[in-house]
């Protein structure tokens, strides 16, 4: 069945297909079985509409998700049947009581937080569930060595706390070869030990590609369930889950020597045909994937057929060449695509300098999302 608004006046759309984004997790969750899969869901689920993601993955059966802040746990624990919600970012001093109103379990990541947890647990005399954080190399968030000495050499130190996980994060699993990744898995195995008998997380999408030495308990990818392929190894599992496309507005006839768009940056050594397609920077479309007369770019496809971006990417519009286009195809209205099956989405990060995890979070709510499901739930 396919879900769509159809808005009349919206040329540009995401079409997120959901049985593919439970396909993906079940293609995930086998292969690191009998570790636990969850599902990282932060930034509004890469941008995808949380709203939909969190329902479709957990008839899935996940059960456990991850997000960066308390108010994107609040608004998905309603809609996530029971699963547990960890909030990676942790807990601020002021947030404490709305933790426990909403059952957001925080990652912890340094003493002070484990204090405050702590405190909380007293004040109210209650066990309070938590997991902790540690640093192996990233230097992002995470207890360091010192730090979890501190923290053994006091008995007393996680009374109250129920530790329901131990995690840290890979700096380098897309890169199989590099050699971060053993130091890293190292350093966990020591952080870790001082927590016994709590389960333990390390890798993402990327690092459960690393192999089963990677996988432990749990297992939190995001970028893959989106179809993502963020290790540079061998293909990870995932089929195709985001399409986006817009449409022609207008074809133009170039000569020799015309220039196009916005500070002239590329001009025509010959006549050419060219279209201009509904899509800029503000939908999403980056700057960054501009092209000038000796500076290639990104690409649309149109009819299944990859084309360049020609000159600047404004916010609105894009100049695309079509002179190599059979031209039924270019007709007003006509449908551009600019991520799906033509245009993988790690190859728009790519010509536009960045990754396709930028590229989807910063899609933009200009663009109307449509939802596929054969089946509800
Ligand atoms: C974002 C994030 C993930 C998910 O990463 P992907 O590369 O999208 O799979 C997992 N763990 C942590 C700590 C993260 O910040």
Known sequence: MVMSGNLPGTPGRITIDLDALAGNWRSLAQLVAPAECSAVVKANAYGLGAARVVPCLAGAGCKTFFVATLSEAADIIPIASGARVFVLNGILPNDVSAFIDT???????????????????????????????????????????????????????LNGLQLVLVMSHLACADDPDAVQNEAQRHAFETGSADFPGVPQSLAASDGLMLGTGYHYDLVRPGYALYGGQAFRGRPTPVKLVVTVTTKLLQIRSLSKGDEVGYSATYRANQNMTIAIV????????????????????????????????????????IAVDVSDIPEQHLTRGAEVELIGPTLPLDDVGQTAQTIGYEILTRLSPRFERIYLQRAEG
């Open 103 to 157: 059952g957001a379990i925080p990652v912890l990541s340094t003493r002070d937080e484990i204090a405050l947890w702590r405190a909380e647990a007293d004040r109210c005399n209650v066990c309070l569930p938590a997991a902790v954080q540690t640093d192996s190399g990233l230097n992002r968030l995470g207890l360091t060595q010192p730090d979890i000495q501190k923290l053994t050499a006091d008995p007393n130190a």
């Open 278 to 317: 509904a899509a800029g920077y503000a939908d999403g479309v980056p700057r960054s994937s501009s092209a000038g007369t000796s500076k290639s770019g990104g690409y649309v496809a149109i009819a299944g057929q990859r084309t360049p971006i020609l000159g600047r990417v404004s916010m609105d519009l």
